[in-house]
């Protein structure tokens, strides 16, 4: 019976240098940014909490939601724009 | 513990250990988890189903946010993995289907992916025993397989004779593979 292809294969070193070259890295801003969200999300979650409380402020906020982003020291992007006006 | 040794053991942890001190809302985890999957999301966005960079940009951010809100959902800690490829796959369809390829047949879509897929699992469980590598040799297989660099380029960043590059990255090579061999012994921290 002749040998599945992996059985002999599978942990040959060239084999292995190939799987590694596989997968490229992905772009550090990327993953900085997907490491970021729960720091992300706990300023939104701030700035939702203060707008509850406060008309002003979620009127002001509203109307710059860029602005409460980077002042909350929020890289801003689209998606985020979009998650505070939601959560307002 | 101290910040090193902290991250040592994060990035030793077990898929299962990281999801569930990522539960708890530790911030370190949850990067430990983004970077181990990263490479993983991008390979299926853009090799599987070869989204455009700014397409698949979109899909890797998507796959993050989401799993960051339903990591409390997850049934099982250790099947986080295929929950983030299925994740990632529902995601690409979904961009693809809301692009100019709209119309696209749903089966054509996926043709090929499957095994795209099985590559791309067995390239992560290698990604997932370098971590168990000593230092120099994962680094001197990342800069060889990974960064693509030279003998030369590696052996002026290490300080090691260019000469001997080739004999250190066969011998890191080997270790790898008697690790692979013995893969239910990989990460022993949870």
């Known amino acids: 019976m002749p040998v599945p292809r992996h059985e002999f294969e599978m942990y040959d070193e060239e084999r292995i240098g190939e799987l590694l070259r596989v997968m490229p890295q992905a772009p550090e801003a990327w993953v900085l940014t997907a490491a970021r969200l729960p720091a992300t999300r706990r300023a939104i979650e701030q700035i939702a909490a203060l707008a509850e409380a406060d008309a002003t402020f979620r009127s002001q906020t509203l109307e710059d939601l860029e602005g409460a982003l980077a002042r909350a020291g929020v890289e801003v992007s689209p998606a985020l724009v979009e998650h505070l006006r939601d959560r307002l | 513990m101290e910040f090193h ?156 004779p260019s000469g001997t590059i080739a004999s250190r990255i066969s011998r890191c090579l080997g270790k790898l593979r008697d690790h692979l061999e013995g893969r239910e012994h990989a990460r022993p921290t949870s």
């Open chain 2, 5 to 160: 040794q902290r991250m040592t053991a994060l990035s030793t942890a077990t898929d299962a250990g990281l999801v569930a001190r990522c539960r708890d809302g530790d911030d370190d985890a949850w990067e430990e988890l983004v970077r181990r999957f990263s490479r993983y999301v991008l390979a299926i966005a853009q090799q599987a189903y070869r989204l455009s960079p700014a397409d698949a940009e979109d899909v890797f951010q998507e796959v993050f946010a989401r799993t960051y809100e339903r990591l409390g959902d997850l049934r099982n800690d250790e099947a986080v993995r295929p929950w983030i490829a299925q994740l990632t796959r529902r995601l690409c369809i979904d961009r693809i289907r809301a692009g100019s390829r709209e119309s696209a047949d749903p089966e054509a879509l996926e043709a090929g992916v499957d095994d795209s897929l099985d590559r791309l699992d067995e390239a992560l469980s290698v990604q997932e025993a370098m971590l168990a590598m000593p230092d120099n040799c994962r680094d001197i297989l990342d800069r060889f397989f990974r960064r693509d660099e030279s003998y030369a380029v590696i052996g002026t960043a290490l300080g090691l």
